[in-house]
Nanobody
């Protein structure tokens, strides 16, 4: 089992920045993949970014490329999502996930989510 806990969400004005953190405990991220997803009100949950724990390879959805950066700290078993140039359409609950393969699906472990609200 992997337990995931997100933090760092909040309210920010358009153009601002936030950094989300996701700490893993239990089996940790091991040699798999960590991902960030988001779900806006009335919409389906969507993939945002992912990083492979061993290789460090990263993946992004097109709408966040150049604005968001996913990174990891192996020693802390923590993955981060640095979000810059935030837009109102980035408003959503952001979830951290862990899995064996990824990068856009097949995640059995999920955090509780953290709210990100971007005001215009």
């Amino acid at each position: 089992q992997v337990q995931l806990g997100e933090s760092g969400g909040g309210l920010v004005q358009a153009g601002g920045s936030l950094r989300l953190s996701c700490a893993a405990s239990g089996r940790t991220f091991s040699n798999g993949v960590a991902g960030w997803f988001r779900q806006a009100p009335g919409k389906e949950r969507e993939f945002v970014a992912a990083i492979r724990w061993i290789s460090g390879s990263t993946y992004y959805t097109d709408s966040v490329k150049g604005r968001f950066t996913i990174s990891k700290d192996n020693a802390k078993n923590t993955v981060y999502l640095q979000m810059n140039s935030l837009k109102p359409e980035d408003t959503a609950i952001y979830y951290c996930a862990a899995g064996a393969s990824g990068p856009k699906s097949d995640y059995p472990y999920w955090g509780q989510g953290t709210q990100v609200t971007v005001s215009s």
